[in-house]
Protein backbone atom coordinates (compact mmCIF):
# COMPACT_ATOMS: atom_id res chain seq x y z
CA UNK A 1 0.00 0.00 0.00
CA UNK A 2 1.06 3.48 -0.94
CA UNK A 3 2.44 5.03 2.45
CA UNK A 4 1.46 8.66 1.31
CA UNK A 5 -1.68 7.27 1.08
CA UNK A 6 -1.71 6.35 4.96
CA UNK A 7 -0.22 9.45 5.81
CA UNK A 8 -3.07 11.09 4.04
CA UNK A 9 -5.55 8.90 5.83
CA UNK A 10 -3.92 9.78 9.29
CA UNK A 11 -4.26 13.18 8.61
CA UNK A 12 -7.65 13.04 7.71
CA UNK A 13 -8.94 11.15 10.90
CA UNK A 14 -6.84 13.96 12.90
CA UNK A 15 -8.50 16.40 11.14
CA UNK A 16 -11.73 14.57 11.89
CA UNK A 17 -11.28 13.68 15.72
CA UNK A 18 -10.24 17.21 16.27
CA UNK A 19 -13.73 18.97 15.00
CA UNK A 20 -15.44 16.45 16.79
CA UNK A 21 -13.89 17.76 19.73
CA UNK A 22 -12.26 14.62 21.05
CA UNK A 23 -8.23 15.55 21.85
CA UNK A 24 -5.53 13.37 20.13
CA UNK A 25 -3.64 12.67 23.84
CA UNK A 26 -5.49 12.69 26.97
CA UNK A 27 -3.98 15.66 29.33
CA UNK A 28 -3.43 14.80 32.67
CA UNK A 29 -5.98 18.31 33.41
CA UNK A 30 -8.33 17.84 30.96
CA UNK A 31 -11.28 20.03 32.44
CA UNK A 32 -9.63 21.05 35.45
CA UNK A 33 -8.75 24.86 36.18
CA UNK A 34 -4.98 25.62 36.27
CA UNK A 35 -4.75 26.02 40.41
CA UNK A 36 -7.92 24.13 41.88
CA UNK A 37 -7.13 25.15 45.29
CA UNK A 38 -9.49 27.37 47.59
CA UNK A 39 -8.59 30.59 48.52
CA UNK A 40 -7.85 30.60 52.01
CA UNK A 41 -9.51 33.11 54.54
CA UNK A 42 -8.42 36.50 54.11
CA UNK A 43 -8.20 37.40 57.46
CA UNK A 44 -8.83 35.76 60.98
CA UNK A 45 -10.59 36.59 64.25
CA UNK A 46 -7.60 35.54 67.30
CA UNK A 47 -8.41 34.42 70.56
CA UNK A 48 -5.79 33.12 72.57
CA UNK A 49 -6.23 32.35 77.13
CA UNK A 50 -3.12 31.76 79.18
CA UNK A 51 -3.75 29.99 82.31
CA UNK A 52 -0.85 29.87 85.09
CA UNK A 53 -0.52 28.40 88.59
CA UNK A 54 2.59 29.26 90.25
CA UNK A 55 4.93 29.87 93.54
CA UNK A 56 7.77 31.72 94.54
CA UNK A 57 9.97 31.95 97.64
CA UNK A 58 12.52 34.89 98.90
CA UNK A 59 15.13 33.74 101.28
CA UNK A 60 18.42 35.46 102.92
CA UNK A 61 16.24 38.46 104.59
CA UNK A 62 15.19 38.45 108.42
CA UNK A 63 11.74 37.03 107.56
CA UNK A 64 11.47 34.02 104.70
CA UNK A 65 8.76 35.10 101.98
CA UNK A 66 6.49 32.55 99.86
CA UNK A 67 3.98 33.08 97.87
CA UNK A 68 0.81 31.53 95.72
CA UNK A 69 -0.90 32.60 92.64
CA UNK A 70 -3.15 31.72 90.03
CA UNK A 71 -4.05 33.65 87.02
CA UNK A 72 -6.34 33.63 83.80
CA UNK A 73 -5.66 36.33 80.96
CA UNK A 74 -7.45 36.56 77.11
CA UNK A 75 -6.39 38.43 74.02
CA UNK A 76 -8.63 38.56 71.03
CA UNK A 77 -7.99 40.70 68.03
CA UNK A 78 -8.00 39.92 64.19
CA UNK A 79 -4.70 38.68 62.44
CA UNK A 80 -4.89 40.34 58.64
CA UNK A 81 -2.82 38.96 55.50
CA UNK A 82 -0.23 41.62 54.32
CA UNK A 83 1.75 40.08 51.34
CA UNK A 84 4.43 37.76 53.15
CA UNK A 85 3.81 39.38 56.14
CA UNK A 86 0.76 39.97 58.31
CA UNK A 87 -1.30 43.04 59.92
CA UNK A 88 -1.74 42.35 64.26
CA UNK A 89 -4.99 44.28 65.28
CA UNK A 90 -5.38 43.99 68.76
CA UNK A 91 -9.26 44.33 70.05
CA UNK A 92 -9.27 43.82 73.79
CA UNK A 93 -7.95 41.80 76.64
CA UNK A 94 -8.83 40.78 80.04
CA UNK A 95 -7.77 39.30 82.84
CA UNK A 96 -10.22 36.98 84.01
CA UNK A 97 -8.83 35.36 87.17
CA UNK A 98 -6.26 36.67 89.64
CA UNK A 99 -4.93 35.54 93.00
CA UNK A 100 -1.73 35.98 94.73
CA UNK A 101 -1.55 35.09 98.46
CA UNK A 102 2.04 35.65 100.26
CA UNK A 103 2.91 34.42 103.69
CA UNK A 104 6.13 35.78 105.44
CA UNK A 105 7.17 34.93 109.00
CA UNK A 106 7.72 31.32 111.28
CA UNK A 107 5.10 29.00 111.89
CA UNK A 108 2.32 30.87 114.06
CA UNK A 109 3.54 33.94 113.33
CA UNK A 110 2.74 34.16 109.61
CA UNK A 111 1.61 37.59 108.35
CA UNK A 112 -0.73 37.40 105.24
CA UNK A 113 -1.53 39.47 102.54
CA UNK A 114 -2.78 39.31 98.84
CA UNK A 115 -2.58 41.78 95.99
CA UNK A 116 -5.37 44.22 95.16
CA UNK A 117 -6.83 44.67 91.58
CA UNK A 118 -4.57 47.82 90.78
CA UNK A 119 -1.54 45.01 90.54
CA UNK A 120 -3.08 42.79 88.57
CA UNK A 121 -1.14 41.93 85.52
CA UNK A 122 -1.68 42.37 81.51
CA UNK A 123 -1.33 39.97 78.85
CA UNK A 124 -0.09 41.15 75.09
CA UNK A 125 0.65 39.93 71.92
CA UNK A 126 3.59 41.49 71.08
CA UNK A 127 3.72 40.32 67.77
CA UNK A 128 2.96 37.19 64.62
CA UNK A 129 6.05 36.02 62.36
CA UNK A 130 5.19 33.61 59.48
CA UNK A 131 8.99 31.66 59.55
CA UNK A 132 8.79 29.35 56.76
CA UNK A 133 6.21 27.06 57.07
CA UNK A 134 5.11 28.10 60.62
CA UNK A 135 3.74 31.04 61.59
CA UNK A 136 4.51 32.02 65.60
CA UNK A 137 2.89 33.80 68.18
CA UNK A 138 4.72 36.23 70.54
CA UNK A 139 2.88 37.24 73.76
CA UNK A 140 3.82 38.24 76.98
CA UNK A 141 2.04 37.98 80.64
CA UNK A 142 3.16 40.98 82.47
CA UNK A 143 4.17 40.40 85.87
CA UNK A 144 3.94 42.09 89.41
CA UNK A 145 6.68 43.24 92.19
CA UNK A 146 7.17 40.99 94.92
CA UNK A 147 7.70 39.95 97.44
CA UNK A 148 4.44 41.77 98.82
CA UNK A 149 5.99 42.13 102.12
CA UNK A 150 8.54 45.07 102.73
CA UNK A 151 12.15 43.75 101.63
CA UNK A 152 15.19 45.38 100.25
CA UNK A 153 15.38 42.93 97.67
CA UNK A 154 12.14 43.23 95.13
CA UNK A 155 12.03 41.69 91.85
CA UNK A 156 9.40 41.12 88.63
CA UNK A 157 7.24 38.11 89.18
CA UNK A 158 7.85 36.14 86.17
CA UNK A 159 4.58 34.95 84.54
CA UNK A 160 4.33 32.92 81.29
CA UNK A 161 5.28 34.20 78.06
CA UNK A 162 6.42 32.99 74.57
CA UNK A 163 9.99 32.36 73.64
CA UNK A 164 10.64 33.35 69.92
CA UNK A 165 13.64 32.34 68.08
CA UNK A 166 15.90 35.46 68.74
CA UNK A 167 19.53 35.14 69.61
CA UNK A 168 20.04 35.93 73.18
CA UNK A 169 23.07 34.82 76.31
CA UNK A 170 22.80 31.37 76.73
CA UNK A 171 20.59 30.18 80.30
CA UNK A 172 19.25 34.06 80.12
CA UNK A 173 16.47 33.59 78.00
CA UNK A 174 12.80 32.24 79.77
CA UNK A 175 12.80 29.56 77.61
CA UNK A 176 15.76 28.08 78.97
CA UNK A 177 14.00 27.26 81.99
CA UNK A 178 11.46 25.61 80.95
CA UNK A 179 11.81 22.26 82.36
CA UNK A 180 8.59 20.23 80.62
CA UNK A 181 6.89 20.71 77.48
CA UNK A 182 7.62 23.91 75.34
CA UNK A 183 6.96 27.65 75.12
CA UNK A 184 7.03 28.41 71.82
CA UNK A 185 2.94 29.27 70.16
CA UNK A 186 3.86 27.86 66.70
CA UNK A 187 1.07 26.65 64.52
CA UNK A 188 1.75 24.86 60.47
CA UNK A 189 1.01 28.01 57.95
CA UNK A 190 -1.82 25.09 56.39
CA UNK A 191 -4.16 26.54 59.35
CA UNK A 192 -4.24 29.93 57.83
CA UNK A 193 -6.58 27.76 55.21
CA UNK A 194 -8.90 26.66 57.56
CA UNK A 195 -12.28 27.77 58.22
CA UNK A 196 -10.91 27.62 62.26
CA UNK A 197 -8.68 25.89 64.32
CA UNK A 198 -7.23 25.26 67.51
CA UNK A 199 -4.49 24.60 69.58
CA UNK A 200 -3.08 23.71 73.49
CA UNK A 201 0.10 24.12 74.53
CA UNK A 202 1.74 23.68 78.24
CA UNK A 203 4.70 23.82 79.69
CA UNK A 204 6.62 24.07 83.22
CA UNK A 205 9.21 26.69 84.36
CA UNK A 206 11.48 27.07 86.86
CA UNK A 207 14.25 29.48 88.17
CA UNK A 208 16.25 29.88 90.84
CA UNK A 209 18.73 33.00 91.22
CA UNK A 210 20.83 35.62 93.49
CA UNK A 211 20.41 38.84 94.18
CA UNK A 212 22.84 40.62 95.90
CA UNK A 213 21.75 43.73 98.36
CA UNK A 214 24.33 45.06 99.83
CA UNK A 215 26.14 42.55 102.07
CA UNK A 216 23.17 40.70 101.39
CA UNK A 217 22.64 37.97 99.21
CA UNK A 218 19.06 36.64 98.80
CA UNK A 219 17.83 33.63 96.44
CA UNK A 220 14.87 34.16 94.77
CA UNK A 221 13.00 30.91 93.41
CA UNK A 222 10.12 31.09 91.02
CA UNK A 223 8.40 28.64 89.37
CA UNK A 224 5.03 28.13 87.19
CA UNK A 225 2.87 25.84 85.17
CA UNK A 226 0.98 27.37 81.99
CA UNK A 227 -1.46 26.30 79.27
CA UNK A 228 -2.07 28.14 75.97
CA UNK A 229 -5.52 27.98 74.12
CA UNK A 230 -5.27 29.60 70.99
CA UNK A 231 -8.02 29.58 68.30
CA UNK A 232 -8.23 31.05 64.65
CA UNK A 233 -11.55 31.76 62.99
CA UNK A 234 -10.78 32.18 59.23
CA UNK A 235 -13.38 35.09 57.28
Keep these: MDKGFLRRLG ?73 DDFLLIHLRSEVLEWRLRETAGTAGRETVL ?3 PATWPSLRMNYVLKDGYEVEFVFDLGGIPIPLHESPCVVTLDLPRSSARLPGVPGRGYGDHVCRGSCRIVIPESDLQKTSSGHRFSWDWRQEKQHFRGDRVYAVTQGHTAEVILALTGH
Design 114 to 116: ETP
Design 11 to 83: AALAGALLLAGWPLVPAPNAGRAADDRAPGPAWWDVRMVVTATGDYAVKGGRTPVSGEYACRASWEGRLESDG
